[in-house]
């Protein structure tokens, strides 16, 4: 029985330390839009390409990207875009025509 639990802590604290290395070094600072950017999204009509449009309002640059939610198909991610203070941009994303389309549409957010 301790020789289980032991197996048991150690296997957890391993899991633990691989997901926290696996973690890409730039995702711990994405966020969703805050305060400083407004984003809007729109879907196009036949509704496999939806696209987020963001403006800065901070004192900084930032960066964004469209992260959209395709259905039964893989999700996709736009290219990043570089916002200057005061400057809107835009970046979209296609799914697959295998799936079912636009399910929902957000962005990630990074200070420069």
Known sequence: ????????????VLSLATAVQAAPADAASMRPPGGREVCTYTVTEEGYRSTAICKNYNSHAIEFRAVVICGLAWDQTGPWVRLE????????????????????????IRDL
């Open 85 to 108: 203070p005061g400057k809107r941009g835009n970046s979209s994303a296609l799914c697959s025509q295998l799936g079912s389309g636009v399910g929902g549409t957000s962005a990630d």
């Open 1 to 12: 029985m301790r020789t289980q639990l032991r197996a048991l802590a150690v296997g957890a």
